[in-house]
């Protein structure tokens, strides 16, 4: 059975709408870049690549109905020496387009790797946001010969369980994506964002743009991210680093570092004050200079460690 040409959208009128909503939003992208679609098992990949050309390969996985340009507040610091590599994911929102449903989590380790392999990539650092960062953690356990340095922005799961408050609200908004409650879900989640007029107008574009996806796009099937286990972490051969936001809901951003202390010791584990779930955007500038100086320094290990800029 032949796939229509707006798969994976609902109809051709949908896919207009949203493609037209997202390339007005790239029209922010605040540096010069190309783009690549590249073929894999799961489907076409759409990537933002922009840096110097001769700059080690940082790859930048979204957020869980997030894009390659949820990583807009950050790129332009990220890509200074580093050649970036920003991906929409081939089974969520954005350009890419998936060929088979996903349905487990070695899905997204298979597909990455293909994704690399067209790329020419043997070796990359990787860097993850929420469930983009689950995602990457999965690829460096399985693939750690493959993987210079990690970053692991505000993780969803990964290390510790949510918490019934998020999951009781996400289902809410799974089963009612209305703007009322969708406006109260992402404003719960990022209570620092709104505190800014700037954040809180981005927080206010997002809730606009996944109202958007859901009506656009084909429903597809949710893969839950998991805990990591005491043996995994062990197990996680490549240098990382731990980047939350002290007020993040997802799970409690002292115990997960505490718990990376005692299981993973060689995990640098850094918290910033005055910040949320969505530490891209509450906290850019000190997202930028840890990941610079972790990338930068490897050899560098602090787990927990307190700083006078506002490092918990």
Same mark, same amino acid.
């Given at each position: 059975?032949?796939?229509?040409?707006?798969?994976?959208?609902?109809?051709?009128?949908?896919? =207009?709408?949203?493609?037209?909503?997202?390339?007005?939003?790239?029209?922010?992208?605040?540096?010069?870049?190309?783009?690549?679609?590249?073929?894999?098992?799961?489907?076409?990949?759409?990537?933002?690549? =922009? /840096?110097?050309?001769?700059?080690?390969?940082?790859?930048? @996985?979204?957020?869980?109905?997030?894009?390659?340009?949820?990583? @807009?507040? #950050?790129?332009? &610091?990220?890509? =200074?020496?580093?050649? *970036?590599?920003?991906?929409?994911?081939?089974?969520?929102? &954005?350009?890419?387009?998936?060929?088979?449903?996903?349905?487990?989590?070695?899905?997204? #380790?298979?597909?990455?790797?293909?994704?690399?392999?067209?790329? &020419?990539?043997?070796?990359?650092? %990787?860097?993850?946001?929420?469930?983009?960062?689950? =995602? !990457? !953690?999965?690829?460096?356990?399985?693939?750690?010969?493959?993987?210079?340095?990690?970053? @692991?922005?505000?993780?969803?799961?990964? #290390? +510790?369980?949510?918490?019934?408050?998020?999951?009781? $609200?996400?289902?809410?908004?799974?089963?009612?994506?209305?703007?009322?409650?969708?406006?109260?879900?992402?404003?719960?989640?990022?209570?620092?964002?709104?505190? /800014?007029?700037?954040?809180? +107008? $981005?927080?206010?574009?997002?809730?606009?743009?996944?109202?958007?996806?859901?009506?656009?796009?084909?429903?597809?099937?949710?893969?839950?991210?998991? $805990?990591?286990?005491?043996?995994?972490?062990?197990?996680?051969?490549?240098?990382?680093?731990? %980047?939350?936001?002290?007020?993040?809901?997802?799970?409690?951003?002292?115990?997960? #570092?505490?718990? +990376?202390?005692?299981?993973?010791?060689?995990?640098?584990? $850094?918290?910033?004050?005055?910040?949320?779930?969505?530490?891209?955007?509450?906290?850019?500038?000190?997202?930028?200079?840890?990941?610079?100086?972790? +990338?930068?320094?490897? &050899?560098?290990?602090?787990? /927990?460690?307190?700083?006078?800029? /506002? *490092?918990?």
């Amino acid at each position: 059975m032949a796939i229509a040409t707006h798969h994976p959208f609902r109809s051709r009128e949908a896919k =207009q709408e949203y493609l037209h909503f997202y390339d007005r939003l790239a029209e922010q992208w605040p540096v010069e870049s190309e783009t690549r679609v590249v073929g894999t098992a799961s489907g076409q990949t759409f990537i933002r690549v =922009q /840096g110097p050309v001769d700059g080690a390969p940082l790859v930048l @996985l979204p957020g869980d109905t997030e894009t390659s340009l949820s990583w @807009l507040p #950050v790129i332009e &610091g990220l890509s =200074q020496d580093f050649r *970036t590599y920003a991906i929409d994911h081939v089974y969520d929102n &954005g350009r890419s387009v998936y060929a088979r449903e996903m349905s487990r989590p070695k899905d997204f #380790v298979d597909w990455l790797g293909d994704v690399f392999d067209e790329m &020419g990539l043997s070796r990359v650092n %990787l860097a993850g946001y929420s469930y983009g960062g689950w =995602q !990457a !953690a999965l690829y460096a356990l399985a693939h750690p010969n493959c993987v210079d340095r990690l970053v @692991l922005l505000a993780p969803a799961a990964t #290390v +510790l369980s949510p918490g019934p408050m998020l999951l009781a $609200r996400a289902v809410l908004y799974h089963f009612l994506p209305i703007q009322f409650v969708a406006r109260n879900y992402f404003r719960w989640y990022g209570p620092d964002a709104v505190k /800014g007029e700037r954040t809180r +107008l $981005r927080i206010d574009e997002m809730v606009e743009e996944d109202l958007l996806a859901r009506r656009c796009f084909k429903r597809r099937k949710f893969i839950p991210p998991t $805990r990591l286990t005491d043996a995994n972490w062990r197990e996680l051969a490549v240098p990382t680093l731990f %980047l939350i936001g002290e007020n993040d809901r997802t799970y409690s951003a002292r115990r997960a #570092v505490c718990r +990376l202390r005692r299981v993973a010791p060689k995990v640098e584990g $850094r918290i910033v004050a005055e910040t949320d779930h969505y530490i891209r955007l509450v906290s850019s500038d000190w997202v930028v200079r840890q990941t610079l100086r972790f +990338l930068r320094e490897p &050899g560098s290990v602090a787990a /927990g460690a307190a700083e006078a800029d /506002g *490092t918990l």
